[in-house]
């Protein structure tokens, strides 16, 4: 009997260890541990890396909360800052390879200068600009409408693939499937056959690319990988207890994400978390 109780015992000790060192976010089976990159910010939404000089690019509600403010934080240095010159900034794109940085407006489009750390205006449109996104070329949604439009032959033009359908956010893979969002999920235009696919009921709010071209994208609840190869949507990370604002992957690899006030990076720990993963698959 005092046998069978000692060992009840230390059954539910180690039970509750186990249970103890895996609390948090686990990431490839690996706990994580959350730094706050930012904290105070209100709604950051629409982070965009430029992997170049290790700039994070965001947009984030100012006080009032009808106003939005697009602002930078340099991960090297820490270094902070709102970016003058645009009408209330709210989205971001970095073309990797120019190591150019765009960022939307009410008013259309704009550049980052690193040197004066303003925006100018390109006189390219007069959109409300809801997401702006680089793959080869930029590409913007704009709001209220969902129409999603793309740079080409020297102009902006509706892209043509999304012509027929609304369109919040979107991101194009290496072979030119257009994944696409609005308020009925996640959808990818094939280029193959031309076909529209429903992926799943994902409550989109941000895309982006790592410094590799792999697609991430955030929900509320957490960080979700897109496999282009095996078309499988992959649950990176279940964040609860916090609503995720949107995503950005650092230059190694670690998850960036935004919660209703602050921008938190994930980094591993020693502690390994087998994890059950959920994934999707789609066609
Ligand atoms: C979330 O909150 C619940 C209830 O307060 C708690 O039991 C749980 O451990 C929390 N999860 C994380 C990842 O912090
Ligand atoms: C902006 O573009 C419009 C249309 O292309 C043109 O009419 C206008 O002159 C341009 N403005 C400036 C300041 O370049
Ligand atoms: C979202 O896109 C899909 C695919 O094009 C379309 O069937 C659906 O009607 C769209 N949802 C809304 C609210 O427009």
Known sequence: MRLLMILLLSVSIKARHIEKECKGIVVNDILQKEEILKAHVISPYQ????????????????????????????LKTNEFGNIPGIAGGFANAVDNKKNTVYLGG????????YNTKTA?????????????IYKDKLYYSKY?????????????????????TRAMLLCVDDYNNIYFSNSSG?????????????IGDFNVNGFTYDVHGDIYFSTPDGIFSIDVAKKEVKNVAKIENVSVYGVAIDITGNIIYASEDSIIRLKPTEKICPTDVA?????
């Not at 994070?56 to 100012?62: A, H, Q």
């Not at 009410?106 to 200068?113: H, V």
């Not at 100018?120 to 702006?132: C, E, G, H, S, Y």
């Not at 959808?187 to 429903?198: E, G, L, Q, R």
């Open 47 to 74: 982070l965009a890396m430029d992997y170049d000089t290790n700039t994070l690019f965001f947009s984030y509600s100012t006080e009032d909360s009808s106003v939005f403010q697009s602002a930078y934080l340099n």
């Open 106 to 113: 009410r008013d259309g489009i704009y550049e980052f200068n």
């Open 120 to 132: 100018q205006r390109l006189n390219v449109t007069d959109d409300n600009i809801w997401q702006l």
């Open 144 to 164: 209220p409408e969902e129409h999603a439009y793309v740079f080409q032959n020297g102009k902006f033009q509706r892209v043509p693939e999304l012509i027929n």
């Open 186 to 198: 996640l959808f990818i235009h094939k280029k193959s056959n031309d076909a529209v696919n429903h």
């Open 279 to 283: 994934t999707v698959t789609f066609y």
